[in-house]
């Protein structure tokens, strides 16, 4: 699958298939736990087919809306915390901005 990739991005691979959320949050996890950075972006698009709504997603058909609080469950429960990244969003992709993973501290630093 694609993804951009870049200081503070996470790319994502091994996922294919749209429709198996499994293996979309095994990439996003391992792309994760390979990220030395504090900070890491992933594109909402990837991040929504780990973690897809059971909602329909009112502004494309391309990709389902994304599930935030069973993402933020998932996330913390590996040391970040999520949140959406307008700010790094691109004018056309303003209703589904990249998904922003911050780690959390840790508890023995």
């Known amino acids: 699958m694609g ?6 991005n996470v790319h994502l691979s091994g996922a294919h298939a749209p429709r198996d959320s499994r293996a979309w949050q ?5 792309a994760l736990a390979a990220h030395d950075s504090e900070d ?11 973690f ?20 933020k469950e998932w996330a913390s429960s590996r040391g970040w915390r999520v949140r ?3 700010e790094r969003a691109p004018a056309d992709e303003k209703y589904s901005p990249p998904v922003r993973f911050t780690r959390l501290p840790s508890r023995y630093h």
Do not use: G, I, K
């Open 3 to 8: 993804s951009y990739y870049a200081n503070d």
């Open 84 to 86: 959406p990244a307008p």
């Open 40 to 50: 890491a972006l992933a594109r909402y698009p990837h991040v929504a087919f780990a």
């Open 52 to 71: 897809p709504s059971s909602a329909p997603n009112p502004y494309t058909r391309e990709y389902p809306l994304l599930d935030y609080r069973e993402l």
């Open 26 to 30: 095994h990439a996003l996890d391992l």
